[in-house]
């Protein structure tokens, strides 16, 4: 199964970001690894660059953008198959 398509199915669910982020807007890397987010959507490969906020250390060629709740808000993160774990809630 694609990224993408690990991302769609699991749309809903939760899942933990490895790395930090690094926030646009003046405040820089969060040093706050291993944040649980919930994902809200995904977004096709190369969707609005502007409405990005944050990013991780482990971009690729094979990243996404997903819409994660974040801190009670949602957020547009790019990232990659190396920067998540799945987690199952069963």
Not at 15 to 44: A, E, F, H, M
Request: proline share 4%; hydrophobic share 40%.
């Amino acid at each position: 199964m694609k990224f993408l398509e690990t991302l769609q199915a699991n749309l809903g669910g939760l899942i933990r970001l490895k790395t930090s982020l690094y926030w646009y807007d003046g405040q820089g890397w969060d040093n706050n690894p291993g944040r649980v987010c919930l994902i809200l959507d995904v977004l096709r490969h190369g969707g609005p660059a502007s409405a990005c906020t944050v990013t991780s250390y482990n971009t690729s060629n094979n990243e996404e953008l997903v819409l994660l709740l974040i801190n009670g808000l949602p957020v547009h993160v790019w990232t990659s198959e190396p920067d998540i774990e799945l987690i199952d809630v069963e």
